[in-house]
């Protein structure tokens, strides 16, 4: 979430994931396009050059609304055909279960 709409007690500016800055609400694209930009250089530092692919949503939110990940969910899409292969449900309930299902959708 961005500074201006949540700031956690500043948590997100300190620490070994510190953001370089603090980031606001995007105002258009170009603005999400910039904050993935950074966020992937920063993540490729661990992951390797190119390891780290990202997407903005538009800024009607539509792919938030089709993939909602809070409080924590996660989805495994096939990156060729951008077909949904597996999501699990709203967590920490059922945990055992949630990792099998991604570890069979990526088996």
Known sequence: EPCDVFDAGGMHCVGPLAMRRRVKWHNDEDDRR???KETQKF???FYGAGK???WIDTMDDNLEK???ARPWRQYVIEAETGKLIAATGLAPFN???KIEVIKNAVA
């Open 52 to 54: 780290a692919p990202m």
């Open 66 to 68: 089709l993939y909602e």
């Open 95 to 97: 945990m055992d279960g």
């Open 43 to 45: 993540l490729e530092t």
């Open 34 to 36: 910039l904050v993935a």
